[in-house]
């Protein structure tokens, strides 16, 4: 009789621990999850139907909202793809190499993690407004940064830095370099290696990080409210779009919006558990290789 035969049935009973406080346990999370988070979006989609579909859906293709909307899917389809490329290469380099700077660019690569929103959008303010560090250099050739798209995404992709590569990071660091190194030998090159070799192992852990990148890109409000200027109709998101609405006093007009927001959150949140599930027995199967 082997070790793991005689210590199985222990540890199931350890898992199941004392009933009464499991029980408790259960109760007290189902309990703050209806408190915290289901009571709150039910308020939302109860406030954007209180006069009736006609007004819900007047609301949400008002003009207003719909540049809103598109704005907002413009900023993460640029934002996400760029913090995509720059996740990937990151955790490559930090994975697969050694070299000086690396533990201060995992730091860097944490940073929006520890900097306010607003402080970052405050940043590029400085940096491309007006009054500005490039200010006059960017006003004498005409390009405008802040109170235009291109600020929006300096912004969202600034509080987005870290989801991919974050996620990729220690997934590639556990594959190690074998592979690569085989791939190597046998005479394949970079993008063969990349392509054949490193995208499959990571495909699933990539898609996740792209998930709560997108996620987080499409409901940030601190950074963009800063470099936005909140011009209606041309540089305000979805989240600033519902904040306009709200001081206004055009409540079930803010919550109708919010309610699409939320429509695309529990979209972005289907993806994220399939692609979960799918990183999870990834996982699970090279650990029993």
Known sequence: MTTTTLTAPLTAKARQGNPLARRLLIVAAWLTFALFLLLPLLVVLGEALKQGLGTFFGAIFEADALSALKLTLLAVGISVPLNLVFGVAAAWCVSKYEFTGKSLLVTLID???????????????????????????????????????????????????????????PLMQEQGTQEEEAARLLG??????????????????????????TAR???????????????RGYTNTLP?????????????????????????ALLILLLKQWSESRLQRLKAAAGEE
């Not at 290696?193 to 709560?212: A, K, S």
Request: charged fraction near 10%; aromatic fraction near 14%.
């Open 111 to 169: 940073l929006p993690f520890s900097v306010s929103p607003v402080i970052a959008g405050l940043i590029y303010v400085l940096l491309f407004g007006a009054q500005g560090f490039f200010g006059e250099w960017l006003g004498d050739r005409d390009i405008q940064i802040i109170f235009a798209l291109p600020g929006i995404v300096l912004a969202t992709v600034f509080v987005t830095v870290p989801f991919v590569a974050r996620e990729l990071i």
């Open 188 to 213: 394949a090159n970079g993008w063969q290696m990349f392509w054949h070799v490193t995208l499959p192992n990571i495909r699933w852990g990539l898609i996740y990080g792209v998930v709560l990148c």
């Open 217 to 231: 890109a499409m409901g940030e409000f601190g950074a963009v409210s800063v470099v936005s200027g909140h011009i």
């Open 240 to 264: 600033l779009h519902v904040e306009i609405l709200y001081n206004e006093y055009n409540h079930v007009a803010a919550f109708s919006v919010a309610s699409l927001l939320l429509l695309l």
